[in-house]
């Protein structure tokens, strides 16, 4: 167990054929990111494809040199180290299990290139197939397996030589929804029991909310924001934290210079919100979808700053009829506003929002 | 272009869809009509299979069974008359010392320089798919004694292993290693040696190719697995890359073997098999027999023997690829 630690890393591709021609196809897949792991943690780098979440990841285990910048796994620099001295064990997105190898030996891998001896090798194997109960599938080739029991191998080929750090590389991507949800809960109760700091990158906010001690979200090779998921998901840093995370996103209203945030579930029919604060807002309604039991209504308000598409989100238990082309009366919280910047898209100090009624 | 008769039908008649009801209906046609050659499967199988089936015949089938009856025959240069002498000519190669010692030297020189071409081929093609600057420059170079004709460049090995004048001699006698001359080629084991390095060097660029296509196919990310594993640089080319590679090096030694098998233009020109037949092989010795000797019945039985030895090690390292379990 080991704290990992990233200091002012940068990552810069340079652009095959680019090369040549200038500095064109130059990259910043990680520019510039601080960032470190407290021990035993989950951590979850999320972000959308190309945001240089897996460049750091791979860039901590070694198998990428990083352009500027220092990783500290245990306390000590690593960036001289290549990827066996750093005591890290990776689960790539492929799994990357050899294929020509049982599943004993690909357990056994890691071990055999530790220098363990033998009795000691067949041990370890047993206690990580039987942590990952895949004891049945010891004598199998990887292709004879489906995906979740390739991943369990591939999690217990990581597990095996006890490693400082997991490293996991959007390791359920590659499995059906059904599958994911349950692998999901698997990896989080193994990751309590082994307690093993781990590095989790996903593009997936649902995985990252339910498995993350803390997230840190990336974009475009920067961090934009790291916290407990609760406190990214209700006090987002930024405008592209807002709108990446949650499903449907938040709602932004432009109003002087601002952007007025709230999440879809916050804007309530005006009879659910009470209190002083709230702030009723007529909702035109256009069109109604029924998910897993929520209503999602899309529409526009008015009144809380230009004229915008909103979306709001009524919990099943809200039974209040909402008819497509019908305007309601709806409300928000006060304390349920975000503000950011309208430039910049950063967080900014609350404004006073009253509307008419 | 519309007359069905035109068109025969083959087997049941396709007849033209009903297009009532669609306002813009084209008058029935016959569909088989809008077929271009390039749509007709059958047809182009057999036009593109024709030349090499001609070729295979013509170049491949009717010297092999001419070559059979041949060895069954009197037929010399000087009389070029069929007359069946039964086995004859095999009695005859048989006794003959000379026949045992190309058979032994082919076996000897293709198994040498196949596991030279193998190794060699292995390491060349890790430096090859290495990524530096002027790799390209460095393909071509590596390329060249592939592409050049064997002829030609083993007429460049001999000025370099002359007797008199070989550059290489003249390198070691510089650098003091040797006092004399080596006589590469006049020497029964420098001979040997001499032409298993042509033929390594020959055949190498090819295999390593060949092994490059298949390190190219190895998954980046078990590679990567493999190094986060903790395995070095060893590990990993045992355990790793050549388990995975080992079908394609099978091939690259199949065609490294029968290349050298079945080559004569080495040995005839650079050393006619000699000194006093130590380099003999089994083509170069079926051709002095049978073209050069003019006994053409006694080539065949020769050159005959090339053929099961050679059906046998590729059926041998085919099977071998087809156990591998390596997917």
Redesign the interface.
Known sequence: MAVVEVRGLRKVFDGGRARRRGSHGRVNAVDGVDLATSEGEYLVLLGPSGCGKTTLLRTI???EQPTDGEIWIGGHVVNEL???ARR???V???Y?????KTVRANIV??L???GIDKTERAKKTEWAAELLGIGPLLDR?P?QLSGGERQRVALA?ALV?EPSVFLLDEPLSNLDAKLRASARDELKRFQRRVRTTTIYVTHDQVEAMGLGDRIAVMYEGRLRQLGPPVEVYDDPADTFVATFLGSPPMNLVPRDGVLVGFRPEHLLPETLVHGDDRLVVPFQVDRVEHLSGDRHLYGTVRGLGAETRVIARLPVTVTAPVEPGEEHQFAVHADRLRFFDADSGERTEPVSVRTGS | MTDPALYPTHGQSVSPPEVTGVPHASPPVDLRERRRLADRDGLLAWLFLLPSVVYIVALVAIPFFLAIAFSFSDVTAGDPSFDWAGLRNYQNVFDDPVFWQSLRNTIVFTAVSMLLIVVLGKVLANILIADFHGKWLVRFLVLLPWTTPVALSTIAWLWLLDSVFSPIDWVLRELGLIDVNMYWLGKPDLAIGSVIVVHVWRLVPLAAVIMMAGLVAI?K??Q?????????FW?RMF??TI??TMPIIAVAALFGAVLTFTDMAVVYVLTRGGPTNSTQVLASWAFFRGIEGGDVGQGAAIALFLFPLLLAAAIAILRAVRRM???
């Open positions: 285990a070694g198998l290549p990827p066996r890290v064990a990776m790539f997105q492929s990357a299990l050899y294929p020509h891998f890691p055999k290139a530790q080739r292709r080929r030589r | 998954p990310d078990v990567e697995a493999a190094s986060v594993d903790g395995a070095g590990r355990e790793i388990p995975l379990d390596v997917s």
